[in-house]
Every structure is written in C-alpha cells, then in structure tokens.
C-alpha cells in the first residue's frame, strides 16, 4: 500500500550543488507532477507529466528539469540548487481520466 | 491571469464552533474544484465539485459550489482539535492535462 513514495524527506544542500529529489508510485497512474509549497505561497505546478516519455512545464519551472521513462518514476532533478529553491516538495500522481490527485509525504530541501 | 483566492487566510475558533472557509476564483477553462486538507505533511482529498448547488458531505464537513458567482465554500460544524489544518482549495483547468491551481489556503486553528 505504498502509493506515492518520495526521496529524500529532508535535504540541506549547498548553493550550486546538484540533486535529485525521487519519486515513485506504484498505481499504474499515467498523471505524475512536482509542486513547491512555499509560505503564502500556496502549492505551485513545477513539471508534470501525462505518460511515460511525456513531460511539460508548470508555473515555475527554471532550474528543474524532470524525466519520465517509466510509469512509475518521475525524478525532479536540481542543476544548481540556489537558496530560491529552499521550500517543501511535493510529488503527486493521478490516474487517467480522473480529477483527484494523491500526494507523497512531501521533501524538504534548503539550500544554503 | 488565473486567480484562485482563499479567505481568510487564518482563522482561530473554540472547539464547538462553526467555520466557513472561502474560496473564489478566476479561470480559463474551469473545470471542477478540490478541496484538501493539510495537517503536517501530504494534503489529504476532501471534497471535488463539479456543479453548481449540489452540496458535497462527508461528516460534520460540507462543500458546495457556485459557478455563477465563481465561489466555493467549506463548512465545518460542531469543530474539534483534530481540524486544525490548512485547507488548501485547487481548481482544475480542462485541458487535456487536467493541471491543478491552488489558492494559497487557510490555516485553522481550533483552541480546547
């Protein structure tokens, strides 16, 4: 009963460095994406992606790039982590054809 | 520009009390309105409308939606410690990828 599974959960990171925040499901669901949760902010579209081999951009996605070669993976990758980006990360997945989305437990990055 | 907007922003009550969280929006494109709840982590699925007057219930939480006036409300009766959270309201575009737009939230405070 996994459901969306993200790695890591906490993250200190130094400016300019690279990481990968991880997320998996394991729901068969088509509808993957990644949103910041930022104080006052709200929760914002980073990437997302409809299908495996499929990705497109949300609100904010400078500095992030994603992938998706598998239905069950959809890595948020940091190029050059900047203290902008220190904020909570959250990972959600949906099947097709369907409005409700399911979240992982969320990862939070700072980055000095 | 899409706007979903959410008020009050924070709300602090007495257990017993009865609360009633706003959301209105402005959108291309509406297709239906979630509501989520938000206590330390994942936002957990309360509630999706789709049409206008048809109230949504699950317990002492209640929702319902006006297309017309462009509004959702949340109602939560008969309040207890356990409802403090943020309640997060997302409305969902109809385009082919279904994306989600939050509004900033309300975080609700309920005191012994």
């Known amino acids: 009963n996994a459901g969306v599974t993200q790695t890591p959960k906490f993250q200190v990171l130094k400016t300019g460095q690279s990481m990968t925040l991880q997320c998996a499901q394991d729901m068969n669901h088509e509808y993957m994406s990644w949103y910041r949760q930022d104080p006052g902010m709200g929760l914002r579209l980073i990437h997302y992606s409809v299908g495996a081999g499929i990705t497109d951009q949300g609100e904010v996605p400078n500095g992030y790039n994603v992938s998706r070669s598998t239905t069950e993976d959809f890595p948020l990758r940091l190029l050059s982590a900047a203290p902008s980006q220190t904020s909570v990360y959250f990972c959600?997945?949906?099947?097709?054809?369907?409005?409700?989305?399911?979240f992982g437990e969320g990862s939070w990055l700072t980055v000095v | 520009e899409d706007k979903v907007v959410q008020s009050p922003l924070s709300l602090v009550v007495h257990e017993g009390d009865t609360v009633t969280l706003n959301c209105s929006y402005e959108?291309?494109?509406?297709?239906?309105l979630l509501w989520y709840k938000q206590e330390k982590k994942a936002p957990t699925f309360l509630f999706m409308l789709?049409?206008?007057?048809i109230e949504k219930k699950s317990g002492r939480l209640s929702s319902i939606l006006d297309k017309k006036e462009l509004f959702s409300i949340l109602n939560i009766t008969a309040t207890q410690t356990g409802d403090s959270a943020v309640y997060l309201c997302?409305?969902?575009?109809?385009?082919?990828?279904?994306?989600?737009?939050f509004g900033t939230g309300t975080r609700l405070t309920v005191i012994p």
């Open positions: 997302a409305v969902v575009f109809q385009t082919g990828a279904n994306n989600l737009f």
């Open positions: 959600a997945s949906r099947p097709q054809g369907r409005n409700t989305i399911y």
């Open positions: 789709t049409s206008s007057g």
């Open positions: 959108v291309t494109n509406f297709r239906s």
